[in-house]
């Protein structure tokens, strides 16, 4: 069946009885059909498990876990439990659009179903609260330089990739030590081996606001940060430089301020070292630092047209267009 080939959705859950329902209707409801939907619990104590087995698709099983063990090693589970050769990544309050798997599909044929490939799309990012939806220009990550590029900023969500159950067992699977930014280390370790296809038309909805009760806090997300550049530090200054080094660490200090986690700042700055090649960003910081200021949100309302410099302090991620 290569060129209808069985595709494993892997769904990491946890309380989600609000949301699981609409992101198993947007893979149920796939234009291309021949896949699998592996729920792996991870010990709600809601209704998720009910109404995952609830649906009378026979595609669609749940694993529950005994322990909690986390959103990566419930995707490692699911990985697993796979039947497929391809894996294709999907978080329990997010969606798909209908052509979603058919269009990656597609793209997979076109490489000839080569097992060391990575394929993502672009998204749309829907804020509940003010019921805006925009599109995530997500960076371009195809080429020679996918890696170091990679290296130097996050992307892309899990809910846009597919990629091979070997590439995975080649990379032993995914690290479940990584507090937040998750798709990024494994972006980053599988980026080694596979060669990366960026769509860039948006295939998934991201929810805003619905909370990532598996991974999501303040102190995990910069502890996520620190943890990745720190895993490949010797990687960063070798094929990036000691400059985009530093650009992380300042990035990460922004970060501590924006949410407020000061103790961490004053933690990561000790080990940044802060050096006088950025006069202004290292005091732009300190103030911030002092009077408990925002740093980005000060960049992103005002200081781009006159400080370009601040620009600095702001993460390459994705970039939002509203619709």
Not at 28 to 44: A, F, G, H, M, R
Not at 105 to 130: G, H, I, M, T
Request: proline share 5%; aromatic share 10%.
């Amino acid at each position: 069946m290569k060129n209808n080939p069985l595709i494993s959705v892997v769904i990491p859950a946890f309380n989600r009885q609000n949301t699981i329902s609409y992101c198993l209707d947007s893979v149920l409801t796939q234009t291309y059909k021949n896949l699998e939907v592996i729920v792996v619990d991870d010990c709600s104590t809601d209704s998720t498990v009910s109404i995952v087995r609830s649906y009378p698709d026979s595609r669609v099983r749940c694993v529950v876990l005994k322990k909690n063990v986390g959103a990566q090693g419930a995707r490692n589970r699911g990985i697993r439990e796979a039947k497929a050769d391809w894996i294709a990544f999907h978080d329990s309050d997010d969606e798909w659009l209908p052509e979603k798997l058919a269009k990656q599909v597609a793209v997979l044929a076109s490489a000839d179903y080569n097992p060391w490939s990575f394929v993502f799309s672009n998204a749309y990012r829907f804020d509940k609260a003010s019921g805006i939806k925009s599109i995530r220009l997500l960076p371009v990550l195809e080429g020679e330089n996918q890696y170091s590029t990679l290296l130097q900023s996050p992307a892309p969500p899990y809910p846009t990739i597919i990629t091979s159950k070997k590439a995975l067992e080649k990379i032993g699977y995914l690290d479940e030590q990584v507090p937040s930014f998750q798709e990024w280390d494994t972006s980053i370790r599988l980026a080694k081996y596979c060669r990366i296809i960026h769509l860039k038309e948006p295939l998934m909805v991201y929810h805003a606001g619905s909370g990532d009760a598996i991974s999501g806090s303040a102190t995990k997300h910069v502890e996520g940060w620190h943890y990745i550049i720190s895993k490949y530090e010797s990687d960063i200054k070798e094929l990036c430089g000691e400059e985009a080094w530093r650009k992380l660490n300042f990035q990460l200090l922004a970060k501590c301020l924006d949410l407020d986690l000061v103790d961490y700042y004053d933690r990561y700055r000790s080990k940044v070292g802060m050096t006088m090649q950025h006069p202004l960003l290292t005091f732009y910081l300190t103030i911030c630092r002092k009077y408990r200021i925002r740093p980005n949100k000060i960049v992103n309302r005002f200081s781009r047209n006159v400080f370009k410099s601040l620009d600095y302090l702001v993460p390459g991620q994705s970039r939002i267009i509203k619709l």
